[in-house]
């Protein structure tokens, strides 16, 4: 077992992927980008260069609560009490659930962390039992029991706060989970903020009562009540230095889209529970992937991945999600053309051509060159 912590003070972010900071008390600074999907934090963000270590580290479950109808919330500890790494608003973790050490295709899921960041020797996340899941939080809930040891990755963080003197959240049942700690943040720096808060019943809405001391800056609104949530009331029309957070599922954060669509580019970051339907804008045959620091040259047939045909030809490479929407496997791209089928560049990033999430993107042309 390889029960190594990454060192303190680490923030651990993909290749070439900025983590997001707290909110600065200074000036914010207006949206820049466009994007539906997670991002990278501004400029200026914390950087880490400390890869993720692939084995992870092993915690304990401190504590196993109920959040909400069909939602346990988990506490995970170093096992003599240490600190842990830092993380900021918006980070997850990867929780490697079968016992696997995250290099054999075992179960490894993203969490959200939705504690406190100054508490660092507590990581905590919340999990919603999916019945037509895969798997991942049935064994969360049906298996981890408080006392048990736990290997998880990270932190990491794709879906920074980005500063700005108002923020607009949105969260969609366990969505809440990584607004949580950026509602916090942003009171925390005297932002002007509100969140809609949309769940089934009352019942399955987890942390209510670490809202409830923010008032009516809070929207609670399950949809048994309530019906729909009126996103056009709540974003209203536009407004100067106002940013829009959102994570939840994918009908929420499509009508989110559509809502925020005549808003500055840039002002809508989401996080999203599933992959987006990619569309390929390059053929589907085998291509070459030429890995400049391992000296290969690999084919990478159809209906496989470039990062399956790395990993077979026994170059090591970090990965996770498998699925184009955690950033583990983000890739600089040396040459070629990457035919981007993730759900988390920004289309800034994907006309750059410059990275790719190398686990389902792959390649317009009849080659690449990755620096691998
Ligand atoms: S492994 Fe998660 S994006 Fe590739």
């Not at 995250?102 to 999990?127: K, T």
Request: glycine share 12%; aromatic share 4%; hydrophobic share 40%.
């Amino acid at each position: 077992m390889n029960d190594r912590l990454p060192p303190a003070g680490t923030l651990l972010t993909p290749t070439n992927r900025t983590a997001g900071t707290a909110l600065p008390a200074a000036a914010p600074t207006p949206a820049e980008r466009v994007t539906t999907v997670s991002h990278p934090g501004p400029a200026g963000a914390v950087t880490a260069e400390t890869p993720p270590d692939p084995a992870g580290f092993v915690l304990t479950v401190a504590t196993r609560v109920l959040a909400a109808d069909g939602v346990v919330c988990l506490a995970l500890r170093r096992p003599d009490g240490g600190t842990l790494p830092p993380w900021t608003p918006g980070a997850h973790i990867d929780v490697l659930l079968d016992g696997g050490d995250g290099a054999d295709g075992g179960m490894i899921r993203q969490y959200s962390l939705c504690g406190h960041p100054e508490e660092r020797d507590v990581w905590r996340i919340a999990v919603l039992r999916e019945p037509r899941g895969r798997g991942g939080s049935a064994h969360v809930h049906d298996q981890l029991r408080e006392g048990d040891a736990v290997r998880v990755r990270g932190p990491r963080n794709n879906f920074p706060l980005r500063p700005a003197a108002r923020h607009l959240f949105v969260a969609g049942g366990i969505g809440i989970t990584p607004i949580l700690p950026m509602i916090e943040a942003a009171e925390a720096a005297g932002a002007d903020w509100r969140l809609l808060y949309g769940g089934r019943t009352r019942a399955s809405m987890a942390f209510l009562d670490r809202l409830a001391p923010y008032g009516d800056r809070v929207l609670v609104r399950p949809q048994d009540t309530y019906g729909l949530l009126d996103l056009a009331a709540f974003v209203g029309p536009p407004e100067p230095d106002t940013l829009v957070h959102a994570c939840g599922p994918e009908p929420l954060l499509d009508a989110l889209r559509d809502t925020c669509a005549h808003w500055p580019p840039g002002t809508l970051g989401v996080e999203r529970f599933a992959p987006v339907e990619a569309k390929a804008a390059g053929p589907a045959e085998a291509f070459e992937v030429e890995l400049t620091r391992s000296g290969l040259t690999l084919t990478v047939p159809p209906g496989r991945s470039v990062l399956e045909a790395v990993e077979e030809a026994g170059v090591t490479v970090d990965f996770s999600c498998r699925e184009g929407t955690c950033g583990t496997c983000e890739t600089d791209v040396l040459e070629g053309t990457p035919d981007h089928r993730d759900s988390l560049l920004t289309e800034e990033e994907r006309a750059g051509g410059d990275t790719m999430l190398i686990c389902v993107s792959r390649s317009c042309g009849p080659r690449l060159v990755l620096d691998l």
